[in-house]
Nanobody
Framework: QVQLAESGGGLVQAGGSLRLSCAASGSRFNINVMAWYRQAPEKQRELVALITRSGSTNYADSVKGRFTISRDNTKTTVWLQMNSLKPEDTAIYYC??????????WGQGTQVTVSS
């Protein structure tokens, strides 16, 4: 089992920045991929960014050049630096991890609201 604790959401004006954090505990040594998803009202949950244990990253086209995902050396904490935020980035952001055994775990979500 892996437990995830997210923090860093909030209200920011368009053009501003926020940094989300997600710390894993429990069976964290089996973690392979760490990712951030988001879900806006009445929309499906979508992948924002992911980072593998080896450091490879992938981003949604809508956030490329504005968001940066990173991971600490222990591979148990992941951050999402969000710059140049837009109102359309408003959503609940969820941390997700996948283990080497293909088990997936989700955080409780953190609200990000960008005002215009």
């Amino acid at each position: 089992q892996v437990q995830l604790a997210e923090s860093g959401g909030g209200l920011v004006q368009a053009g501003g920045s926020l940094r989300l954090s997600c710390a894993a505990s429990g069976s964290r040594f089996n973690i392979n991929v760490m990712a951030w998803y988001r879900q806006a009202p009445e929309k499906q949950r979508e992948l924002v960014a992911l980072i593998t244990r080896s450091g490879s990253t992938n981003y949604a086209d809508s956030v490329k050049g504005r968001f940066t995902i990173s991971r600490d050396n222990t591979k148990t904490t992941v951050w999402l630096q969000m710059n140049s935020l837009k109102p359309e980035d408003t959503a609940i952001y969820y941390c997700n991890v996948e283990t080497f055994t293909r088990s997936a775990y989700w955080g409780q979500g953190t609200q990000v609201t960008v005002s215009s």
